[in-house]
């Protein structure tokens, strides 16, 4: 999947690393980014806000592992967020960094939070778009989470029951996941991006990495996030919490209190989908906050 003209100037990214042939885009100067995207998006989810951030940092944008066109050896054993966090640090090591700072939304901010916590002294900040961890996310849910977040649970179900129904319908529910996040307007998905992610979302491959991802979140992800309570495991970077306007800023920093010591909260105008609601506050927040001032 070849994305140049979403992303002008940048280079296509393919690299082999941790078992995962990864696709996407690079580009920019600077101190190395990792952007990590969503569902149910593919790189090009960044495609509003990398050309700005571009500018002060070298950002690596991939499509994370079995989505979009980054393509894994084997799906066995299961690609939990501990597995693609370690397939991240191999990418980003066969780029020649080290340590980077991170920003990752929805499912891309659960690898994210799991990638600090398990390879602490890697990455100097990270930002997560929309999410608190999972263990976190399970014990609030209400019937309100459950009807408009459906899919956490369909998608956890055992295998294939969930990969026949994305394959009966994939447009239908992809749109439908547009619209429960608010976006269906062109302003925020664009008909060219809105086919990208149609395209991506009928292939088999993916169907089956997007159950996949789901069903760790709901076994393996949520115990290693419950073995990190107890243990007392903590983020060793700074933290931003940047919440849509339908989520409580101040309930978000007071849980990710209880994972880092360095916590800021702001708050974006629109829904879910802040890189592509709310470009403009996304650059805002994440290039003050990784430029060390203070977000606001």
């Known amino acids: 999947m070849r994305t140049p003209g979403f992303f002008p100037g940048f280079d296509h990214l393919d690299v082999d690393a941790g078992g995962v042939r990864f696709a996407g885009v690079v580009g920019g100067v600077g101190p190395p980014l990792l952007l990590l995207h969503g569902y149910p ?14 500018r002060d940092h070298t950002l690596i944008i991939p499509d ?3 989505y979009g066109a980054s393509r894994t050896q084997t799906m066995v054993p299961r690609w939990t967020k501990r597995r693609v966090g370690a397939a991240l640090v191999a990418l980003m090591r066969a780029l020649g960094h080290e340590r ?7 499912r891309g901010a659960r690898a994210g939070y799991r990638l600090v916590l398990d390879h602490p002294g890697v990455v100097s900040q990270f930002a997560s778009l929309t999410v608190v961890p999972t263990v ?32 009966a319908a994939p447009d239908a529910i992809l749109d439908h996941a547009i619209a429960v996040m608010n976006a269906n307007s062109d302003s925020v998905i664009e008909p060219a991006a809105r086919d990208a992610y149609h395209r991506a979302f ?4 993916v169907q089956h990495a997007i159950c996949e991802d789901y069903r760790a979140a709901l076994d393996e992800d949520l115990a290693h996030d419950q073995a990190d309570c107890t243990a007392g495991r903590r983020l060793d970077c700074p933290v931003l919490v940047l919440c849509s306007s339908a989520q409580n800023v101040t309930e978000r920093i007071a849980i990710w209190k209880a994972w880092a010591d360095d916590v800021t909260g702001i708050i974006t105008t629109g829904d879910h989908l802040q890189p592509e609601d709310r470009p403009e506050e996304v650059i805002a927040a994440l290039a003050s906050f990784f430029s060390g001032t203070t977000p606001g």
């Open 41 to 54: 998006e593919t790189h090009i989810a960044w495609r509003k806000v990398a050309p700005a951030l571009a």
């Open 64 to 66: 994370l592992p079995g």
């Open 100 to 106: 980077f700072a991170l920003a990752g939304h929805d």
């Open 136 to 167: 976190d996310a399970m014990a609030a849910v209400d019937y309100d989470f459950a009807r408009k977040a459906y899919h956490w649970f369909l998608f956890a179900q055992r295998a294939d029951l969930p990969e026949r129904l994305l394959a």
């Open 202 to 205: 009928r292939d088999p491959a």
